[in-house]
């Protein structure tokens, strides 16, 4: 399974990014996809992950201001930001893990993408 994250990018506060996570493998659709991000000098932190049941689960930092989406026709995922503040600058990864369900956890995820930087100027 591989992962291409793409969408990031320097925006202002208040303003909105669509992340993308591009999945390759057969059976997309079983997978549970999350995105976390990693500030410097601080831990990769769990933003938020669609099950395969399209079931979602969200950090409570983002809750409102982020909607994370699949198309599983696409084996993509989106990550939709609006309202961003400067407390979003990171980079952000996209994982996924076998199993279907998503944690809040990077040690349940198997496979990760490169990550795309996201920049919140105030």
């Known amino acids: 399974v591989q992962l291409q994250a793409s969408g990031g990018g320097l925006v202002q506060a208040g303003g909105s990014l669509r992340l993308s996570c591009a999945v390759s493998?057969?059976?997309?659709?079983?997978?549970?996809i999350a995105w976390f991000r990693q500030a410097p000098g601080t831990e990769r932190e769990f933003v938020a992950g669609?099950?395969?049941?399209?079931?979602?689960l969200y950090a409570d930092s983002v809750k409102g201001r982020f909607t994370i989406s699949r198309d599983n026709a696409k084996k993509t995922i989106y990550l939709q930001m609006n309202t961003l503040k400067s407390g979003d600058t990171a980079v952000y990864y996209c994982?996924?893990?076998?199993?279907?369900?998503?944690?809040?956890?990077?040690?349940?995820?198997?496979?990760w993408g490169q990550g795309t930087p996201v920049t919140v100027s105030s």
């Open positions: 994982a996924a893990r076998m199993g279907g369900d998503v944690y809040a956890s990077t040690k349940y995820y198997g496979y």
């Open positions: 493998g057969k059976i997309f659709s079983r997978y549970g």
């Open positions: 669609v099950a395969w049941t399209s079931n979602t």
